[in-house]
C-alpha cells in the first residue's frame, strides 16, 4: 500500500479553495523550505481531475533555479478521474479510485483536490494530513472537509509555525 500524504493550505475557518488568491502574502522562506523539503520526500502525487488540469496548465511554464518546478513537473503523477483519457502533462498517469490501493509502496502527496481527499477519507485511505493553517479567516469558500465525513482519528506528529504565523500542522493516522 502506498502511504497517502494529503498536504492542504488551509485558512482558520477551514477553506482550501483557490489558496492562490489568499496565501501569498504568508509564503515566506521557511514557508517555502517546508513545501520544497514535502515535495524532494515524496515519491509522486496523486490528484483529482480539476487539480490536475490546474497543475497541468501552469506547472509546464515555471521554471527555478532551485528545482521546485523541475521536480514538480518530472515526478510520477496519478490522476483519479473517468473522464480524463489523454493527459498531457509528462509522467501522468490516469487510474480509478479502486487503483489506488495497488499503487506501489511510496510516499504519495495529494494537494488540492477536494473530491479525492473527501473520497480518500471515507475510504480509510489517508495515512497522513498535513495543513497549513493560514492566520486569515476567508468567510466564504469551499471547505476542505465535508459534512458526513465517518470519524478519523489522528494523531499530532508534528507543528511548526512560520515567519508570517502560518501554522503547519502534521497528523498521523494511528497504526492498526
Request: glycine fraction near 8%; aromatic fraction near 12%.
Amino acid at each position: 500500500m502506498p502511504n497517502i500524504i494529503v498536504t492542504e493550505y488551509v485558512s482558520l475557518d477551514g477553506v482550501f479553495e483557490e489558496p492562490g488568491q489568499w496565501s501569498f502574502p504568508f509564503f515566506t522562506d521557511d514557508a517555502a523550505k517546508w513545501k520544497f523539503d514535502e515535495l524532494f520526500a515524496a515519491d509522486a502525487q496523486l490528484l483529482g481531475r480539476l487539480t490536475y488540469e490546474g497543475f497541468a496548465a501552469a506547472w509546464p511554464t515555471f521554471t527555478d533555479e532551485a528545482g521546485f518546478a523541475d521536480r514538480m513537473n518530472g515526478m510520477q503523477k496519478y490522476v483519479v478521474s473517468s473522464t480524463l483519457t489523454d493527459p498531457s502533462w509528462t509522467n501522468t498517469k490516469v487510474i480509478s479510485v479502486d487503483a489506488i490501493a495497488d499503487l506501489p509502496e511510496q510516499n504519495i502527496l495529494v494537494a488540492g483536490s477536494g473530491r479525492l481527499v473527501d473520497t480518500l477519507f471515507r475510504e480509510g485511505l489517508v495515512d497522513e494530513l498535513r495543513l497549513l493553517v493560514h492566520p486569515i479567516v476567508l468567510g466564504s469558500g469551499k471547505q476542505l472537509f465535508k459534512d458526513g465525513l465517518p470519524s478519523t482519528p489522528l494523531t499530532l506528529e508534528d507543528q511548526q509555525t512560520f515567519s508570517s504565523g502560518v501554522l503547519a500542522l502534521t497528523y498521523r493516522r494511528p497504526a492498526a
